[in-house]
T-cell receptor
Framework: EAQVTQNPRYLITVTGKKLTVTCSQN?????MSWYRQDPGLGLRQIYY???????DKGDVPEGYKVSRKEKRNFPLILESPSPNQTSLYFC???????????FGDGTRLSIL | AQSVSQHNHHVILSEAASLELGCNYS??????LFWYVQYPGQHLQLLLK??????LVKGIKGFEAEFIKSKFSFNLRKPSVQWSDTAEYFC????????????FGAGTQVVVTP
């Protein structure tokens, strides 16, 4: 079954404590991307990756890092989380083109 | 910078009514256009997409959208909605100079009453 898997699904943590949200897809997709969803703002793209070792910034990359060492994994790293990064995060992948087709179930982060 | 605007934040309508959601974008060059839907408690699903060709695009679940280049618009329509169409709808655009970058509108919450 085609899947984009994010972990954890929920996380409450404190300011400054580094965290990683993992994202893995089992479809051999080249394109992967990260979004945050906030009420009234829709989804905003954080980073995207066209292929292994190829990443680029979306609209709101500040405070986030990503890496793409393998095709299937695209982790999102918050080196020093702050309360304004409290949000719902989605990872997505795509087989053809550069629009997300398969989304993960989301990760709800609360930074206190 | 390019932007995507969805005109209505909330729409309430009755079953069998027709639905039209507006979407406008600001980029002047070649664009790819998308509509996504997010049902309550679920992740986003792609409803339909436009890359080129016929400006009237048909998607899943009876939805269609029309690209009007002169108006920079990509409005979503459904002739007769059902209660199960209650969801949040997002328009999205990616521009020809940066295909990997995708911008979403703020979303329109649609509530269909029985």
């Amino acid at each position: 079954e085609a899947q984009v898997t994010q972990n954890p699904r929920y996380l409450i943590t404190v300011t400054g404590k580094k965290l990683t949200v993992t994202c893995s897809q089992n479809m051999n997709h080249e394109y992967m991307s990260w979004y945050r969803q906030d009420p009234g703002l829709g989804l905003r793209q954080i980073y995207y990756s066209m292929n292994v070792e190829v990443t680029d910034k979306g609209d709101v990359p500040e405070g986030y890092k990503v890496s793409r060492k393998e095709k299937r994994n695209f982790p999102l790293i918050l080196e020093s989380p702050s309360p304004n990064q409290t949000s719902l995060y989605f990872c997505a992948s795509s087989e053809t083109g550069y629009q997300p087709q398969h989304f993960g179930d989301g990760t709800r982060l609360s930074i206190l | 910078a390019q932007s995507v605007s969805q005109h209505n934040h909330h729409v309430i309508l009755s079953e069998a009514a027709s639905l039209e959601l507006g979407c406008n974008y600001s980029y002047g060059g070649t664009v790819n256009l998308f509509w996504y839907v997010q049902y309550p408690g679920q992740h986003l699903q792609l409803l339909l997409k436009y890359f080129s060709g016929d400006p009237l695009v048909k998607g899943i679940k009876g939805f269609e959208a029309e690209f009007i280049k002169s108006k920079f618009s990509f409005n979503l329509r459904k002739p007769s909605v059902q209660w199960s169409d209650t969801a949040e709808y997002f328009c999205a655009v990616n521009a020809g100079d940066s295909w990997g970058k995708l911008q979403f509108g703020a979303g329109t919450q649609v509530v269909v009453t029985p």
